[in-house]
T-cell receptor
Framework: DGGITQSPKYLFRKEGQNVTLSCEQN?????MYWYRQDPGQGLRLIYY???????QKGDIAEGYSVSREKKESFPLTVTSAQKNPTAFYLC????????????FGDGTRLSIL | RKEVEQDPGPFNVPEGATVAFNCTYS??????FFWYRQDCRKEPKLLMS???SGNEDGRFTAQLNRASQYISLLIRDSKLSDSATYLC????????????FGTGTSLTVIP
């Protein structure tokens, strides 16, 4: 079945530690996105990528980094500079051309130890 | 003004009831519109796309009013399984591949 796989499902970060969240898709979609969701809030865009080897900052990129070396993969690193990383992280993709809805992975919950 | 505004609810309705959710958006250049449902602690799932003429999918009807920058979702004959948070999602301008996500409207269908 085609879809988006995020791992791990749960992740714990120690102070000063960088952690990387994985996102893989086999939908052959060009565009991929990372969002953060906090309780009672809407999704906020962290980074997005429209094509391989290219990505742009979203609304809340500080303390995060990404790479897009392969079409299928868009990992997100939460660095130690992100002082409030506890949230639900969602990866999404679209075919890349306009007016198509996003498909989501099932998310990673990140907590501080 | 927020990019997307939704009544957070909660809406508590009995099974079989009809319920309507409203959403306003601020970017007049938005071109595409969607409703997603999100169950507790799960990812959003696409419920329906919203077309300019309005569209229906079974018990669900979506309407778009571009002049008022307003989107609605009507659910008829509510089921227990409809209990979820409903997210209104307009595109960010006319590129069509970036989106605003509302905070959602919470629905609980009561037996």
């Amino acid at each position: 079945d085609g879809g988006i796989t995020q791992s791990p499902k749960y992740l714990f970060r120690k102070e000063g530690q960088n952690v990387t969240l994985s996102c893989e898709q086999n939908l052959n979609h060009d565009a991929m996105y990372w969002y953060r969701q906090d309780p009672g809030q809407g999704l906020r865009l962290i980074y997005y990528s429209q094509i391989v080897n290219d990505f742009q900052k979203g609304d809340i990129a500080e303390g995060y980094s990404v790479s897009r070396e392969k079409k299928e993969s868009f990992p997100l690193t939460v660095t130690s500079a992100q002082k409030n990383p506890t949230a639900f992280y969602l990866c999404a993709s679209t075919p890349g051309f306009s007016n198509q809805p996003q498909h989501f992975g099932d998310g990673t919950r990140l907590s501080i130890l | 003004r927020k990019e997307v505004e939704q009544d957070p609810g909660p809406f508590n309705v009995p099974e079989g009831a009809t319920v309507a959710f409203n959403c306003t958006y601020s970017n007049s250049a938005s071109q595409s519109f969607f409703w997603y449902r999100q169950d507790c602690r799960k990812e959003p799932k696409l419920l329906m796309s919203v077309y300019s003429s309005g569209n229906e999918d079974g018990r669900f009807t979506a309407q778009l009013n571009r002049a008022s920058q307003y989107i609605s979702l009507l659910i008829r004959d509510s089921k227990l399984s409809d209990s979820a948070t409903y997210l209104c999602v307009p595109s960010r301008g006319n590129t069509g591949n970036q989106f605003y996500f509302g905070t959602g409207t919470s629905l609980t269908v009561i037996p």
